[in-house]
């Protein structure tokens, strides 16, 4: 389970280096994050990870959802998501910022340490209703997440949200057009 855990981290490393030649925008994100893994055992839990510009309005985000209280790192969810800005563009193709209020519905798929063995586990759906920022300003903040996951190895939902998440873009934003 480490060795996987580890693997998966060095690709969260690894992945925009590479990426940052051909993608337009890369940020970093890191907020509060529910764990839609837990049956009435709550506790905190962060999530961070990378968000890699595809398209004017489509997004990739590479996340690690992990429990800090009570007991930290117990448990670990990993996964990417694919989002579509529903409002209007993220960005502008000829370089200028997009759509500075915007709506963001996104799929995912996570692995995680939940069912005993770290091994894929859930489908999401997540709809972001408020988001403040675009990558040409090179920050963005997304309010109340909510989404549902599926985890297929126990054919069973659960209803997830963030309080916020903050993207800081290291690439495409204002300071890469001086």
Known sequence: MKKTFLICLLFLFVFPLCASTFLGDIGLRI??????????DYGLSVLGGVTFGL???????????????PSPFSEVAVGTEIGYSIL???VNA?????????????LGFFASNH????????????????????PHTGSRQSFLPIGVAWNFKENRF??????????HYIKGSWRDLR
């Open 158 to 167: 659960s209803v997830f949200f963030s309080l916020t998440i903050y993207d």
């Open 88 to 90: 209007g563009n993220r």
């Open 55 to 69: 398209t004017e309005r489509l997004e990739i985000n590479v996340e690690a959802i992990t429990e800090i209280t």
């Open 94 to 106: 000829d370089k200028n910022a997009g759509f500075y209020m915007n709506t963001i519905i996104s």
């Open 31 to 40: 907020g509060h994050g529910s764990f839609v893994a837990h049956d009435g």
């Open 115 to 134: 069912n005993g063995e770290f091994s894929p586990t859930y489908m999401t759906l997540r709809i972001t209703p408020i988001t403040m920022g675009t």
